[in-house]
């Protein structure tokens, strides 16, 4: 026996389905910065790159945290003082425009992974990358792997499950020597 469904239901089962498929646009004026920037380092895709930020920051570039990390790839000072750049060659270095940012989160997330894969913690090395760049490198050498954070779990989680779904491709740039 077949049973149906009110129409207000289906509607509602189709939106949310849909809603829930989708993921966050990338901002256009963000699109080439990221592939330019993923494409510098190997095994880091720019799609990961996307789904990062919009965990970080929902791709604000002006976000800021309760514990002070700023813009669209969240870096505390401490962080950003070792990997933050003049990318956009303006003469200030800064984690509040992308075009400073974006490039340091990939130069910091190339290091961890190049980190994760000579350390001999188990898991493969985006995972283990992901979780430094939330956690901090010493978490995740005492874990042996993800710590079991529940905030460091959802955020690598969620990044693993929203970065297939962007639809940017990497560009590797054949000028840079490549992790």
Request: hydrophobic share 40%; net charge positive; aromatic share 6%.
């Amino acid at each position: 026996m077949m049973r149906f469904l009110p129409a207000a239901a289906v509607s509602m089962a189709l939106l949310t389905g849909c809603m829930a498929s989708q993921p966050p646009t990338v901002p256009a004026e963000h699109r080439k910065l990221i592939r330019k920037a993923a494409g510098r380092c190997r095994g880091l895709d720019a799609g990961t790159v996307a789904a990062q930020l919009y965990v970080e920051s929902k791709f604000d570039p002006q976000a800021r945290s309760r514990v002070g990390a700023r813009g669209i790839a969240q870096f505390m000072p401490d962080t950003w003082s070792t990997w933050g750049r003049d990318e956009n060659g303006d003469g200030v270095a800064s984690p509040l425009q992308p075009e400073d940012a974006i490039p340091a989160q990939v130069r910091l997330m190339c290091h961890l992974m190049a980190r994760a894969q000579a350390s001999g913690v188990p898991g493969d090395r985006l995972t283990l990358a992901l979780a430094a760049y939330n956690a901090g490198w010493s978490a995740v050498e005492q874990a042996r792997g993800v710590p079991d954070y529940p905030e460091t779990v959802a955020y690598v989680e969620k990044i693993r499950d929203l970065a297939p779904r962007y639809r940017l491709r990497s560009r590797p740039d054949p000028r840079v020597t490549r992790q």
